[in-house]
């Protein structure tokens, strides 16, 4: 199934890059520093529009992370072949869709979350997008894979 | 959900001696004090205002009074302002123009608009108090990337401002254009004021400390003319609809946005309002509002079934290997 597997990460790629870059759109950054006057750009300064985008990016990350992980656990190769780094991007993964999932809770209608809950949860969110870019990155250069 | 017995009472003994009016007055100077405390430490209905625009006479006792039971809450600037850059980085500075009361500005939350108008072929003019909606589901609040605005459950919603950077989000956000910045003051001075951040927003809060303490908020406190009332959502509604039935009038601010804490009532319609106001920067429309907040939340439901459009991939995918291996 190796097509399968090329789809996947395609798959996997592209979302990251949407759902990152609009997250970043969640703040007021885009604008302040030129990006969104390059035109084909100007979507980035929206805020709504970048709403939208995470979430539906958001969307084809928890079926894609469902997907990999039922295949896995029936199909894969098993626990011990996962490596470091792949072990520690699950980890990063799974905080960024359990916060992730939380702030669209919040963002429900008649949802009152503490202050300092969502505060917690703004920073941790963005705390984890910018270690599995960082992360990411590392085992790109690196040519790391998720399993052995 | 359970209306805190004070309340219902009061209003009751309004609908039962058949004044709006009524209701107006009494709800607004007694038992709502206790019922405002009751509701911002119990998990209880938002409460709402009603803003009868007919018994407006302009006077601005409530923008002054605004002020005044603001007015700690207010900008200090530290002056000469922080470099920022990149240059377009606008510096937003109101600090000099603290008497300005004819728009929403860091210091003036709340402002009178006026519009002449034709009510039963006789030339008006009617004010509008105009000040942050407080919405029901606020994109102001949660959209902030900070969590510098919170929404209390009595459906205030207001700016910690020692938590705001400035970045403005909140008014593009709002679809009112409610917030003002005031460059040179709060968190970001501390990180990096150069780079990024750019003072700290302000708007209305719905006096927030003083419905702790029990009391009105000072804009319908000082209002000779008993133009606001607040009181549970579902209640102000009622009155407001009464009021509407009664008048012939028109009622805003009850679907506006999906729905907010603020509903105006008003003899003419809000598009003719909308048409004769003067609006622009610090002065919001009286135009219809879709609920912003919408698409976020069909999303958010799409997101619930978004495992199961994992889970039928996989079954496909083992369909697809088992009918290549036959
Ligand atoms: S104090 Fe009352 S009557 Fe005077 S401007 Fe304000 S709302 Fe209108
Ligand atoms: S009117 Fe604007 S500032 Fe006020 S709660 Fe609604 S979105 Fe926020
Ligand atoms: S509720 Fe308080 S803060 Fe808001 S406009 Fe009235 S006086 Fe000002």
């Known amino acids: ?148 | 959900m359970t209306t805190p017995k004070i309340t219902s009472n009061i209003s009751r003994r309004a609908f039962l001696k058949g004044s709006i009016t009524a209701a107006g007055s009494v709800v607004a100077t007694t038992g709502i004090a206790r019922a405002a405390t009751s509701l911002t430490h119990e998990k209880q209905e938002p409460l709402a205002t009603l803003i009868d625009i007919r018994k407006c006479i302009g006077c601005e006792e409530c923008v002054y009074a605004c002020q005044a039971a603001n007015a700690e809450k207010y900008p200090e600037p530290e002056k000469p302002f922080p470099k920022m850059v990149p240059p377009r980085v606008p510096v937003e500075d109101w600090s000099e123009k603290r008497e300005v009361t004819d728009r929403l500005t860091p210091y003036n939350w709340l402002f009178i608009q006026t519009a002449s108008v034709t009510v039963n072929g006789e030339q008006i003019d009617l004010t509008i108090p105009r000040r942050c909606m407080h919405c029901a589901n606020p994109p102001c609040v949660k959209l902030c990337p900070w969590g510098a605005l919170k929404q209390e459950e009595n459906g205030l919603s207001r700016i910690d401002s020692d938590l705001c950077l400035g970045g403005s989000k909140c008014k593009k956000v709002c679809p009112w254009d409610v917030p003002q910045r005031q460059t040179g003051v709060g968190l970001y001075l501390d990180l990096l004021p150069a780079l990024a951040g750019n003072g700290v927003m302000y708007k209305c809060d719905r006096c927030y400390n003083r419905l702790e303490k029990g009391e009105v908020p000072a804009c319908i406190e000082v209002c000779p003319e008993n133009v606001q009332t607040i009181g549970p959502r579902s209640e102000i509604l009622k009155t407001a609809h009464a009021l509407a039935r009664e008048i012939n009038g028109y009622i805003y601010g009850e679907h506006e946005n999906g729905g907010t804490h603020t509903i105006y009532v008003s003899p003419v319609p809000f598009d003719q309002l909308n048409q004769a106001i003067e609006t622009g920067k610090g002065k919001p429309h009286l135009n219809k509002v879709k609920n912003m907040m919408a698409d976020g939340t069909q999303l958010a439901k799409a997101m619930l079934i978004a495992p199961l459009a994992g889970i039928a991939a996989l079954v496909g995918k083992f369909y697809l290997s088992t009918k290549e291996d036959k």
């Not at chain 1, 949407?18 to 007021?28: D, K, L, R, T």
């Not at chain 1, 992980?69 to 905080?95: E, Q």
């Open chain 1, 1 to 148: 199934m190796k097509t399968a597997g090329r789809v996947r990460y395609y798959i996997y790629a592209v979302t990251l890059f949407f759902i990152a870059v609009s997250g970043f759109g969640q703040m007021p950054v885009f604008k302040r520093y030129y990006i969104a006057d390059i035109p084909g750009l100007g979507w980035l300064a929206q805020f709504y529009v970048t709403h939208i985008i995470h979430y539906t990016a958001a969307i084809v990350l928890i079926a894609l992370v469902t997907y990999v992980l039922l295949d896995f656990l029936f199909n894969g190769p098993g626990l011990k072949r996962i490596t470091r780094s792949g072990y520690f991007k699950i980890g990063i993964l799974a905080g960024l869709c359990v916060s992730g999932v939380l702030m669209v809770v919040k963002n429900l209608p008649n949802s009152y979350f503490d202050h300092t809950v969502i505060i917690v949860l703004d920073l941790v969110h963005l705390a984890l997008c910018m270690i599995l870019l960082g992360t990411s990155l590392y085992t790109l250069i690196r040519k790391k894979k998720w399993v052995n």
